[in-house]
């Protein structure tokens, strides 16, 4: 049973387009989370979600919009996309916002075209 | 800014050797140092971590030591195997603060 799951696993589409990716956690965590990683593997944090609420909006660009319809749940809808949005996303929890005991995701591949 | 600096970027290390991964923070509120391992295709997992109380942790073949005056901490692996190829990203915390390090590369060769 998989503890963060997401979907899906790669995604392929062209420039200009809009597109959703959702995750899952199954861990009864309070707090979620969107980590981009770049081609270099730098990890960046992107949003963070406390019970449904947003704590953590880093400098990201508007196009991308998260949004958490129970504390299980956090998806990313990004729209327009562009070439440099090309990365790997990661869906993350942990029990509370203080970041011990962070379970990953095995990540979204999106490649834009 | 970084706020966490890791080295080496990459480690090329025999099997059966030492593998040795360094990072330094400035934040002396850091009160987390987690270690993370990263397989192809995988999403990064915690591999040990340490408080700053102890000066270090010991799992396995996994050490964390721990040096608070310096600012410094750094992963140790002993006996490295191949299976132990993988990225590897140190981290620190402090409430609601969260930082990777930039990732070490590490190859175990036969």
């Known amino acids: 049973d998989t503890a963060v799951s997401q979907t899906p696993k790669y995604l392929v589409t062209q420039m200009g387009n809009d597109k959703s990716i959702k995750c899952e956690q199954n861990?009864?965590?309070?707090?979620m989370y969107w980590y981009k990683q770049d081609s270099k593997k730098f990890l960046k944090i992107m949003f963070s979600?406390?019970?449904?609420?947003?704590?953590i909006n880093e400098t990201v660009p508007n196009r991308f919009s998260p949004k958490s319809p129970d504390k299980a749940h956090l998806n990313l809808h990004i729209n327009s996309l562009e070439l440099g949005d090309s990365a790997v996303y990661f869906c993350?929890?942990?029990?509370?916002?203080?970041?011990?005991?962070?379970?990953f995701g095995s990540g979204t591949r999106l490649t834009v075209v | 800014q970084q706020q966490v600096k890791q080295s080496p970027q990459s480690l090329i290390v025999q099997k059966g050797g030492i593998s040795i991964i360094n990072c330094a923070y400035e934040?002396?509120?850091?009160?987390?140092f987690p270690w993370y391992q990263q397989f192809p295709g995988k999403g990064p997992a915690l591999l040990i971590a340490?408080?700053?109380?102890?000066s270090e942790k010991k799992e396995g073949r996994f050490t964390i030591s721990f040096n608070k005056s310096a600012k410094q901490f750094s992963l140790h692996i002993m006996d490295s195997q191949p299976g132990d190829s993988a990225t590897y990203f140190c981290?620190?915390?402090?409430?609601?603060?969260?930082?990777f390090g930039t990732g070490t590369s590490l190859t175990v060769i036969p």
């Open positions: 993350a929890s942990s029990p509370n916002r203080a970041f011990y005991g962070y379970t």
């Open positions: 861990l009864g965590h309070d707090t």
């Open positions: 979600y406390n019970n449904k609420e947003l704590i």
């Open positions: 934040n002396t509120a850091f009160d987390y």
């Open positions: 340490i408080r700053p109380d102890v």
């Open positions: 981290a620190a915390s402090e409430g609601d603060q969260f930082y």
